[in-house]
């Protein structure tokens, strides 16, 4: 089971931290993965990382802007966004797999979604 939460409104430039608890404790293969949905668009990939702490990946349009981190000792998932878009407007879901993918049909579990709200 996976509970994000840190969504909320901010102006272009600023920054937010998403969180996201892990029920269990995942295996250091486990793949964390963050992925956003704006009204009328597919669900897009933002960042995987291994629970381990290696190999994370962003996509294009967040990369040098978000970084994806993990904490084992809280069994918790991050997720920094600096300089924040009005383009990165969407419902944030953490996601968690076996496979570093970034096709949201390779991620069995979903946390509820939480809303980044990106104005200028």
């Known amino acids: 089971q996976l509970l994000d939460s840190g969504g909320g409104s901010v102006q272009a430039g600023d920054s937010l931290r998403l969180s996201c608890l892990v029920a269990?404790?995942?295996?250091?293969?486990?793949?964390m993965a963050w992925f956003r949905q704006a009204p009328g668009n597919e669900r897009e990939f933002v960042a995987h990382?291994?629970?381990?702490?290696?190999?994370?990946y962003y996509s294009e349009r967040v990369k040098g802007r978000f970084t994806i981190s993990r904490d084992d000792a809280q069994n918790a998932g991050y997720l920094h966004m600096n300089s924040l878009k009005i383009e990165d407007t969407g419902v944030y879901y953490c996601?968690?797999?076996?496979?570093?993918?970034?096709?949201?049909?390779?991620?069995?579990?979903w946390s509820q979604g939480t809303q980044v709200t990106v104005s200028s």
């Open positions: 996601a968690a797999g076996e496979s570093p993918l970034t096709s949201a049909s390779a991620y069995k579990y």
């Open positions: 269990g404790r995942p295996s250091s293969t486990y793949i």
């Open positions: 990382i291994r629970w381990n702490g290696d190999n994370a």
